[in-house]
């Protein structure tokens, strides 16, 4: 018999009906109804091509066969219950595997989840830096954080509002455009190419021009005074978001640390 066709939930009516010998008491251990239960039986036993229980005027005996059955079916409960055990503490384990874009780490997640850490004794991280092609299964990911429109494909929350701020150095610096992948497209030409945001806003820092980078990859260098901003920030198109797919979506650690990161 293959391991994919066993009649799990038949087996599990089966453990219940012979522990009470009731068909009824099984009923209500399991949630069901006693017509579902018998139901199960029979579906059971023409599978098995064996009777499980005899109906007698005193109630429900059980057969040799099922007799025979029953001390390995309940070793296999437990070793299944074992097994559940053992994925749960694996969870519980918090260690996390994050995905994210250099510039976003550097600028504002290894900051908060030192924040975080520091209240969760025993957590590690493994930071994989990632920007553009994103596999959860090759790379063992838990969680990822975007620069995107959406959630796409996967579960996602966004890490507050999708605004961009332009920023030049404190002083001034020269009315020219700063480039990088993910910035509005402008009429005149760019003055420097960088590779992502966190060096574009380095460049205005030092005086080369002008970058138009996400709020929340800009908030460190403004509090800081390194740059100051140009007008007020935009609503944009793009922001960061925190996704995973569903199964690492709903692992206690990984809404924890979302938990964490987006309050």
């Known amino acids: 018999m293959k391991r994919t066709h066993l009649p799990l939930n038949g087996l599990r009516v089966l453990d219940a009906a012979a522990r009470h010998l009731s068909f009824t008491r099984a009923a209500d251990e399991l949630a069901v109804t006693p017509a579902a239960v018998g139901q199960q039986i029979r579906a059971l036993e023409d599978m098995l091509g064996v009777v499980l229980f005899r109906r007698t005027p005193k109630g429900l005996e059980l057969t040799p066969e099922t007799e025979g059955a029953l001390e390995a079916l309940r ?12 994925m749960q503490a694996g969870q519980s384990s918090m260690a996390l595997t994050i995905a994210a874009p250099r510039d976003i780490t ?35 990911l838990d969680l990822a954080v975007r620069l995107t429109d959406g959630e796409g494909e996967h579960e996602g ?13 404190p002083g001034g610096g ?11 497209s402008g009429d005149e030409p760019a003055v420097m190419r960088v590779a992502d945001g966190g060096l574009a806003i380095a460049a205005a820092a030092h005086g080369f ?53 987006t309050t």
């Not at 070793?75 to 053992?86: D, K, Q």
């Not at 989840?113 to 299964?137: C, K, M, N, S, W």
């Not at 020269?174 to 509005?184: E, F, L, V």
């Open 209 to 261: 021009g002008r970058a138009t980078v996400p709020l929340l990859l800009a908030e460190r260098a403004l509090a800081e005074g390194r740059v100051r901003p140009v007008g007020e920030p935009q609503a944009a198109r793009l922001g960061y978001w925190l996704i995973a797919p569903l199964p690492q979506w709903r692992q206690k650690k990984v809404k924890a640390l979302v938990e964490a990161l």
């Open 106 to 140: 550097e600028c504002w997640l290894q900051a908060r989840l030192a924040d975080y850490a520091a209240r969760q004794p025993g957590l590690h991280f493994t930071l994989i830096a990632v920007d553009e092609t994103l596999d959860f299964t090759e790379a063992n």
């Open 157 to 169: 929350v966004a890490i507050g509002d999708a605004l961009s701020v332009t920023v030049e150095a």
């Open 75 to 86: 070793g296999g409960f437990l070793m299944f219950e074992e097994a559940v055990r053992a």
């Open 174 to 184: 020269a009315d020219a455009r700063i480039d990088w992948p993910g910035s509005p």
